[in-house]
C-alpha cells in the first residue's frame, strides 16, 4: 500500500482549473520534484495534501485512509508536514521556541518529550547554536532551515518541500541539499516544489512537471527535463538543462 496517494484530485476556483484529475503515489523514502510554469498549480497542490484547501473531487489517501476531510493540524498530527515558500516563523520568539510550538502542537508530543523532539529538529538541520536567537533576526538561510525544522518537529513521514533553496546561494543550496538526503535516507517520502533545477538533479528520483493544473510529465529526472511536454510548457522550445548555466 502506498503512503500517499492522489486519486483524481481536482480544484476550481471559479472558472479557473487549478488541479486538473491529479493522479500520483509516493512510497517510504521516496523522494520526488515537482516543477512547472507560476500559476501550474502546485503550491495548491500542496494546500490540498495539508489540508489547508480542500478539494472539490477526489481523494487524497494516508496508508489507504482518505484525509480529504481531516483538519490541517491532524494531518499534521497523521504524518504529513509542509514548509512554505517564504518562512512563517514567529519572529518575536526564539529559534527553539519556534520549533517547539511544531512539537508541541503539529505532533503528539508531551512534556519533556517535546522538548526532546524540537531540540533534535534543530540538530538535524544545523540550528543547534542558534536555538536563543529571536527568530526575527535569522539570515534568509537560516530562515529556511528553521520552517524546515519546524516541519520536521511534527514528525512527518510524508515531508513538501516549497522552494525551500529559492533566493539560497549555491553553498547554501549544497546545505540544504545535503541535508534533505539525509531525510530520504530515514525514510521520510518528500515532494519539493523547486525552481533551482540542479538542487532536485542532486536529490530527487523522480520528477513531474505541471502545467494548467495536469501533471504533463512524470519520470526518471533528465528524461522529464528533455521532454518535448516540458520544452513546450515549460521552456517554449529549450529544454531545461540546455537553459542551466553550465
Request: with cysteine.
Amino acid at each position: 500500500m502506498p503512503l500517499l496517494q492522489l486519486e483524481g484530485v481536482s480544484r476550481r476556483f471559479g472558472q479557473v482549473v487549478v488541479a486538473d484529475e491529479i493522479s500520483f503515489q509516493l512510497d517510504k523514502g521516496d523522494a520526488v520534484g515537482m516543477i512547472g510554469p507560476n500559476g501550474a498549480g502546485k503550491t495548491t497542490l500542496f494546500a490540498m495534501i495539508s489540508g489547508d484547501v480542500r478539494p472539490n473531487a477526489g481523494r487524497i489517501l494516508l496508508d489507504g485512509d482518505d484525509v480529504v476531510k481531516m483538519a490541517p493540524s491532524k494531518r499534521a498530527r497523521a504524518g504529513i508536514g509542509r514548509t512554505y515558500q517564504v518562512p512563517r516563523p514567529f519572529e518575536h520568539m526564539t529559534v527553539f521556541e519556534n520549533v517547539l510550538v511544531g512539537a508541541q502542537q503539529g505532533s503528539r508530543a508531551r512534556g519533556q518529550r517535546s522538548y526532546v523532539v524540537a531540540y533534535e529538529s534543530l540538530e538535524r538541520t544545523g540550528l543547534t547554536s542558534y536555538s536563543n536567537r529571536s527568530a526575527g533576526s535569522l539570515s534568509l538561510l537560516h530562515r529556511k532551515r528553521l520552517e524546515l525544522a519546524r516541519a520536521l518537529s511534527v514528525g512527518p513521514r510524508v515531508l513538501l518541500l516549497d522552494e525551500i533553496a529559492g533566493g539560497l546561494t549555491d553553498l547554501e543550496v549544497n546545505e540544504l541539499t545535503n541535508i534533505i538526503r539525509q531525510l530520504k535516507v530515514e525514510g521520510i517520502a518528500v515532494v519539493w516544489i523547486e525552481h533551482v533545477v540542479r538542487a532536485l538533479l542532486s536529490t530527487v528520483d523522480r520528477l513531474l512537471c505541471l502545467a494548467g493544473g495536469a501533471i504533463v510529465a512524470d519520470g526518471e529526472p533528465k528524461s522529464v527535463l528533455a521532454s518535448e511536454a516540458v520544452r513546450s510548457v515549460y521552456l517554449g522550445g529549450k529544454t531545461i538543462l540546455e537553459a542551466m548555466p553550465q
